[in-house]
């Protein structure tokens, strides 16, 4: 009965599946921004949002799809898409697949972004497999106000799948996912009025300690 029971708990640990989880975060300024800890920039200010990915079973082999915005209408529209790292562009003849930055639209989102690594047919499985690597940057500017949080949402476009480098997509039985988003909070920059009159105070509490 002992062997017995030593045999099925062997088998039961043969048939667990490795962890296989497709994973996108967004940074801000190469710092996690969380709704409870957002990142915080002036109206007129700029910040660098970095995309990351990791692929625990097989490493990130192709990302592909938009930046969603909710909150505040906080951000204006970017100027350029995503500038991907030399490690994940991809231009490869046949069949045709070209890295896209994107289409900067309203409120710092970005849309049919795409991008893959450089050789679709030999790809680097260790690539973004043990942790996060970041595969790309953009630049957004804060406009007016408010909070804003931007998203990922997987969209298969001009051919790039999300999948991890081993092939397996999202769609394949066991693969899961979680996408970390990224919450910028945008404030007004100070009248020149008001600066002087906390540099005053400032000064005033200085000369009391110093008494």
Do not use: C, H
Request: no cysteine.
């Amino acid at each position: 009965m002992r062997n017995l029971v030593v045999a099925l708990a062997l088998v039961g640990l043969l048939a667990v599946p490795a962890m296989a989880e497709f994973r996108i975060m967004l940074k801000v300024d190469g710092q996690v921004a969380s709704a409870g800890s957002p990142a915080v920039i002036n109206v007129g200010e700029t910040a660098v949002v970095s995309l990351w990915g990791q692929g625990t079973l097989g490493g990130i082999g192709g990302v592909s799809g938009d930046l969603l915005a909710t909150g505040a209408a906080a951000l204006a529209t970017p100027a350029a898409g995503f500038t991907w790292v030399p490690e994940f562009y991809i231009d490869y003849p046949t069949p045709r697949l070209l890295s896209q930055a994107g289409t900067p639209a309203a409120n710092g989102t970005l849309t049919a972004f795409a991008s893959a690594q450089p050789n679709p047919l030999l790809p680097n499985l260790n690539y973004a497999k043990a942790d996060y690597v970041k595969l790309a940057e953009y630049t957004v500017t804060g406009a007016a106000e408010g909070v804003v949080t931007l998203s990922f949402k997987p969209v298969n476009y001009s051919g790039f799948v999300n999948q991890e480098a081993n092939g397996r997509k999202l769609t394949t039985p066991g693969q899961t996912f979680l996408y970390t988003p990224a919450t910028i909070s945008v404030v007004a920059v100070p009248e020149p009025a008001t600066m002087a009159l906390l540099a005053l105070g400032g000064l005033l509490v200085a000369r009391r300690r110093s008494r």
